[in-house]
């Protein structure tokens, strides 16, 4: 029923590692954030992409990258991976800056549950 | 920084009608106000959204006083399936700023 999917669901990796996790939003969609959500909490942005470029950014160190290719899909990147990036890690898209004037909102995918161990 | 405070849990009983109020003192001129739902291990799903006023959907409302610094989320007629995390959300142009959510616990 999403129309946004997210791979892998689950991931194990050991601390200093790095980490690709893949999105694919729906079609049509030319934005995309990336979500962090440690357990029990909200999710925290980390950044958007709007037409294959960062326009947004959250509080979070560079190790934490991105990309959006034409085809609609994404990815993030953590590179040297640390206990506290365990977390579920969520794409969310939208068409035009999150449909706001429409009252659309954005769709997430399942997410990408991280383990650092 | 835009910061939406909320009740951590609500407890209620299938086919009442549960609202969950929001403050959200700093909010900002262009900021829009929305809902979101999550299921353990599920993305959140959009509710509704709204600026002032009130907005309905088919599934909820959403009243927002004209000084924006609240806003209350009502559920008619929950069912055990409304079960979940609802969290209030300011849509900030590029990004969504969660809260910490309301865990409500629908009973029979």
């Known amino acids: 029923e999403t129309g946004v999917t997210q791979s892998p669901t689950h991931l194990i990796k050991t601390r200093g590692q790095q980490v690709t996790l893949r999105c694919s939003s729906q079609s049509g969609h030319n934005t995309v954030s990336w979500y962090q959500q440690a357990l029990g909490q909200g999710p925290q942005f980390i950044f958007q992409y709007y037409r294959e470029e960062e326009n947004g950014r959250g509080n979070f160190p560079p190790r934490f990258s991105g990309l959006q290719f034409p085809n609609y899909s994404s990815e993030l990147n953590v590179n040297a991976l640390e206990l506290d990036d365990s977390a579920l890690y969520l794409c969310?898209?939208?068409?035009?800056?999150?449909?706001?004037?429409?009252?659309?909102?954005?769709?997430f995918g399942s997410g990408t549950r991280l383990t650092v161990v | 920084l835009a910061k939406t405070t909320q009740p951590i849990s609500m407890d209620s009983y299938e086919g009442q009608e549960v609202n969950i109020t929001c403050s959200h003192n700093?909010?900002?001129?262009?900021?829009?106000i929305t809902w979101y739902q999550q299921f353990p291990s599920q993305g959140p799903r959009f509710i509704i959204q709204g600026y002032k006023t009130k907005v309905t959907n088919e599934v909820a409302s959403l009243f927002i006083p004209a000084d924006r610094k609240s806003s209350t989320l009502s559920l008619p007629r929950v069912s055990l399936s409304d079960t979940a995390v609802y969290y209030c959300v300011m849509d900030s142009s590029y990004k969504l700023i969660f809260g910490s959510g309301t865990r409500l616990l629908v009973r029979p």
């Open positions: 969310a898209s939208s068409g035009t800056n999150g449909d706001r004037d429409m009252g659309y909102g954005y769709t």
């Open positions: 700093n909010i900002a001129t262009n900021d829009y």
